[in-house]
């Protein structure tokens, strides 16, 4: 009789595969689960929303007097007889009385003394502003002082007794995917509570220079401007300033100032009445791939300075055109729109140190931080052009027409005396890399990879010296006819 094998695995062999699958089980990581949403917001709602404010600011113009009432000499006999007929015109037409506009926004307590935040823009202008509580009770209050970059303003009332107040927390801590609630107290209905998460950070809307916004999908409807944000903590990480909406209603995408950025800003208007920001006194470009490759610095990053202030601290620290600013007081720079925003928050008088890539290497710089100030631009009156300029020897280069600098040339563009030296561009051909540059006749040509352009000769020289090194493109300097000055990176092919 036949014998019939029954292969089995030994138990040891057995024994080492499960050791085997338990380990590289447990080098899997575990599998991610969403937090349970709270069952309710009701006890964080109850606990912050008498700290929430409405905030009614109004507007009184002054009744100009009638344009077409006729000009009478001082002392006219008919002057009277004309004031007379204004008067009894204006209370035909309802008028007569000074014109009043309002708007309502909302607010928050971060004093129990009477301290009050809110929107810049819900106050601006006013004549008169009313702080109006959840219990219905309303105060006059002051304007301590407002900060438009920010959209921040500060307001003080005084209380006949302590009010509720909030307390900021940490929106860095903050991450994508967090609940929130924001609270409102639109057109003084009261406290209007709508909840949702941090949709995303770091947003920029172009609404100033100093955008950071925490973006949300809990509602923020008309009214609730400058109400805040809060984290599940009841901490204010947020200052509801904007939506964005075809309609002008909520569609899940609203704008918060962080509390870390608003911070700052309101201990300096309760501290001074104004805002005091840090300034280096430099115009930057950012650093995009082109220009990282022609600068050798490998990626992308850092803020390029492209004009000095021979006024302002980097001046007189040594920094230089094409100095690549990578890092600023400790904290990295990763790109030209993150630099402004460092620098303004960082103390007036603060000497810091300042990481500059220069010639591919890095270098470290002290400057002292100077306080920026508003400045009002003055356009110069051109130069009026002479009646027969003289001819223009082109050189073609780069896709562009240019030209030595000249009185004619100068006189023809309105090129600045600032700008002292370089090439003039006279045309640029279209569908070319220097048009997609948004270069034009007017610019100028100061640099070419670190190099002074004094002719047309000097630019095509470099451009044939650097392509013979191997390299792919050039650095240009182009100042524009009122002296402003970035850096362009072209192709030499």
């Not at 006729?70 to 309802?94: A, H």
């Amino acid at each position: 009789m036949s014998k019939t094998r029954i292969r089995t695995f030994a138990p040891r062999r057995l024994l080492a595969g499960l050791a085997v699958a338990g380990a590289l089980a447990a080098l899997q990581p575990a599998p991610l689960r969403a937090a349970p949403a709270p069952e309710s917001f009701a006890d964080l709602a109850q606990s912050v929303t008498p700290a929430v404010v409405n905030i009614s600011a109004t507007t009184q113009a002054v009744e100009e007097k009638d344009a077409d009432a006729p000009k009478l000499p001082p002392g006219s006999p008919l002057d009277d007889m004309f004031e007379e007929y204004l008067k009894r015109r204006k209370q035909q037409n309802g008028e007569g009385h000074p014109r009043r506009s309002s708007s309502l926004g909302s607010g928050f307590v971060i004093d129990a003394a009477g301290i009050v935040i809110t929107n810049n823009h819900v106050i601006d202008g006013a004549n008169d502003v009313e702080v109006i509580f959840t219990d219905g009770s309303k105060l006059k209050a002051e304007i301590v002082g407002k900060d438009a970059k920010v959209d921040l303003a500060v307001l003080r009332v005084k209380p006949p007794k302590p009010l509720a107040a909030v307390k900021f927390g940490d929106s860095d801590k903050s991450r994508v995917g967090d609940w929130v609630i924001a609270v409102g107290n639109p057109f003084a209905l009261g406290g209007s509570v709508t909840a949702g998460i941090i949709s995303a950070k770091g947003r920029n809307i172009d609404s100033g220079p100093y955008d950071n916004y925490l973006q949300t999908d809990a509602a923020i409807n008309k009214g609730n401007s400058g109400g805040p944000l809060f984290n599940m903590a009841g901490e204010v990480i947020g200052i509801n300033t904007a939506i964005l909406s075809p309609s002008g209603g909520s569609i899940g995408i609203g704008f918060a100032t962080p509390a870390n950025t608003a911070q700052p800003v309101i201990e300096q208007l309760i501290k001074f009445g104004e805002t005091r920001r840090g300034w280096l006194g430099v115009r930057i470009q950012n650093v995009d791939d082109a220009i990282a490759e022609s600068l050798g610095i490998g990626k992308a990053r850092g803020a390029l300075i492209s004009g000095i202030d021979e006024k302002g601290p980097s001046a007189s620290a040594g920094f230089k055109p094409g100095d690549v600013i990578v890092t600023f007081d400790g904290k990295p720079v990763p790109d030209a729109r993150e630099l402004p925003k460092i620098v303004a928050s960082t103390p007036v008088g603060k000497e810091v140190e300042v990481v500059v890539i220069r010639d591919g290497k890095e270098q470290t710089k002290k400057v002292t931080l100077g306080r920026l100030q508003e400045k009002e631009a003055k356009a110069d009156r051109p130069e009026p052009a002479p009646k027969q300029p003289p001819r223009e020897e082109k050189t073609h280069v780069f896709g562009m027409d240019v030209v030595a600098l000249s009185d004619a040339s100068r006189a023809k563009y309105q090129i600045k005396d600032s700008v002292k030296t370089g090439v003039a561009i006279v045309k640029v051909d279209s569908d070319t890399p220097a048009a997609e540059q948004r270069l034009s006749p007017g610019d100028v040509i100061l640099e070419i990879n670190r190099q002074a352009v004094n002719a047309p000769e000097d630019l095509v020289a470099q451009a044939k010296a650097a392509k013979a090194d191997g390299r792919k493109s050039a650095l240009l300097l182009i100042a524009n006819a009122q002296g402003q000055a970035r850096f362009v990176a072209l192709p030499l092919d």
